[in-house]
């Protein structure tokens, strides 16, 4: 055959036999080897779906680069899972270990290298035995050869010549989860490069990071699928394909974990300074203003300077090793997605992942990469505040992977081209990013709208045609309680937020003599950008400015929309619903489960994700930890036991309802609106002219999923509450059934503090009567009027009046054109006590 290695000869195997799985490894070698490879897990998912391949085809494993450490692993791996052990191998050159490797590790495993390492692969995959094949040698001294024998046109040759399939398995192991650096060292001359060390780097390597050993198995290749693809092409033709995907599928598993290859800081700087597009824009701004180019570059290259991460692996290291230390110390522990970051892994090997968390605490900012090193993905560059570049977080951070960037840079053209570079160069080189959809914390629990500047950055990024596609995940964060609930409390009745400095850090040591529950991170579906533009028909390269703000816009919401749908449904928040939506002074335990499992499974069928089991168990767990932190009084009466809110906890109680509240607020408007007809009949014209009054109250407190009609959400939210039970068709209207009343109206009332917020708005427009007020100034005094009406018993919730809720209100005052401003000022139409006071009535109407 011209295609073969010498000396091969290609035999086809009569009939197929039955893979050989265990070694007879003796006491000693057990011992040995389970001290030397015990720390590195096999990924477990991998596992079933082998041990299904192995019974159908004969495997073949496919590495980078040859190791004898590596084939040890994976055979004593394998002979503990029940899969094949790998009989022959290519490129393994050491003929020293050759009677240790026979004798100690497992009898005949490896085969003796008579006939040529090619020969003894094909022999063994002939015999439905497998084997291990190796792309490439380690480039070393004094030897920089690494090329190998090539068995594939052999094994190509051969399954054309046999029923049985032939599959190659591609395998990573990576004993460092550390990208390369760009451009190699001495070490890497003598030793081999990271991602291809030669026995020396290897074993010391290993022996000093088994702990930290990563394990992937990446998609398999059928040869039979192959040939048939390639029916009459020559073997070596076909071999040549099938190795160059080999090589790139498995650098691009070995990229997802260790990130692209290191530069330096001042590297980045200077790539990102030769960006034509921006030199253009710098050219452009030095011609206007009358500056040379030169310095125009000085005050980027400063900006730059300002912004860039100064990413260390070995600070990362470090920072995870401390902050392991302090989250085990704070937190009973972290509760991820499995499947969830498996989607993740999978979008960031078709292009860059950039990860887009809701924002609810500063610990959000090293959660996420301690979490994405755990789950083989490379930590991500984080944009973050520059409010947090002060030292030492600030130095700390940009080693960790951080770029800073200012709050707002509206009118500064040189900073605004630079960040958008910077962007472009961190797409480019393949970065994993991470930034905050919401631009800064939640301090309510529910999701903010998003913002759109650093979208809009990443979007331009990749319409440069940097690359192919780019993949957004939402990530849903929670917390069962925040480190931040006291300051929060304070800034949500209208206190100042602290700033952040070395000593607030000090401060905040006190964290640690407490606990804080458990984090439950969940990511959302990976959203990618090149099928977005595809769904809307809009193409990369023709695309309008007016298109790109409304496709930013989209792809901003679905983020957000994608962040809600991964939220858990906690039983804390199911609780927190239930306690703040009654007049009582107390509820008792019985009334507090019924309702918490009413609301859980209308938040199940309204979409949410979670068990379908029962709930009270957990509610009651929630309910006596609310107790031990003090946000609940319980009381024994009458042989009962009831649970009260202490007022000064209702604002901390309220940020747990909040985090659940997305998922019920379709069922609640519509209650609102049915409520508001005093339990008559309503024709179905004006309970949807109702509904939508009341979501026009609440528009700017929820992010609602887009693309979809009031009148379509009506129709599907009316079928929930007719399957519930708390509604029945009165012809052509709908009335509340007897039954469902107690139900319906927990409903309704989880929206009161957002109606009674804007109750407060409405009675703060008389302020401006008598003429404008900066915006502060009427926020002061409109609380002021709120807390007045309070105390009077007009409105009834205290979360009412939080600073960010009114502040939604009046931006509803705004869309309904009542105020415009800075300076906060009515409008001509509304500048009289009769149109305020028809608004008060008309959002009274869902209040009582």
Known sequence: MADSAPGTQVVSAPRAMTPRRSGRYGPFARWLLRKLFGPVPFPADAVAPLQKLAQEATLVYVLRSSSLLHLLFFNWRFSSLGLPLARAATGLGYRIFAPFARWYLGGTQVRANEGGEIANVSEAVRRGEAAMVFLRAPRTLPSAVTTLPDPFPTLIELQRN?????????????????????????RDALFGEPEAPGAIRTFLGYLLNRRNGYVTVGETVSLADVNAMNAGAEPARVARRVRGWLHQHLARETRVVTGPPLKTADRVIDETLRDLLLRRALAEIARERGRSDESVEREARKDLREIAARYKPLVVDILKRLLDFVFHRIYDGVDVDEEGMKRLVEASKKGPLILCPCHKSHI???????????????????????????????????????????????????????????????????????????????????????????LTLEVDAWLTGVKSDAWFAPISLSYERIVEARSYQHELLGGEKQKEDAKALLSATKVLRRRYGRITIRPGE?????????????????VTADEKKKLVQQLGLRIAAGINAAAPLAPTGLAAAVLLSHDRRALSETEILDRAEFLHTAALDAGAHGSSDSIRDVVRNAVESLCADGTLVPHEAGGERFYAVPEERRIALDYHKNGILHFLVAPAILSAALRSFRGQAAPHADLLRRAREASRLVKYEFIFPPGKSLESTVDETFALLLRWGLVERAGDAVQPAARGLRMLSLLAELLRPF??????????????????????EWMRQTLDRGRAAYLAGRILRLEALTKPTLENALQMLRDRGAVVGAKIQLTPDWASKEKIAALADEVDLFLR
């Open 526 to 542: 990976p959203i990618s950008l090149a099928q977005l533009f595809r769904e809307r028909g809009v193409d990369p390269k023709t």
């Open 755 to 776: 109606g009674e917020a804007a109750w407060v708005a409405a009675d703060g427009l008389k302020l401006l009567l008598g003429g404008p007020l900066p915006g502060r």
């Open 364 to 454: 959000d900012y090293m959660i996420l990469s301690m979490i994405c090193d755990d789950y083989g993905l490379q930590p991500p560059h984080v944009a973050a505040g520059d409010n947090l570049n002060f030292w030492p977080v600030g130095r700390l951070l940009r080693a960790g992977g951080a770029f800073f960037i200012r709050r707002s840079f509206r009118g500064d053209r040189i900073y605004s081209a630079t960040m958008g570079a910077y962007v472009k160069r961190l797409l480019q080189d393949g970065f994993t990013q991470e930034f905050f959809i919401e631009g800064g914390r939640s301090r309510t629990g529910k999701l903010l709208p998003p913002k759109f500047g650093m």
């Open 162 to 186: 046999q029923s049985r399939p032939i599959a190659l398995v591609p395998l990573t192991f990576l004993w460092r989860k550390r990208p390369k650096k760009l451009g190699g060292s001495w």
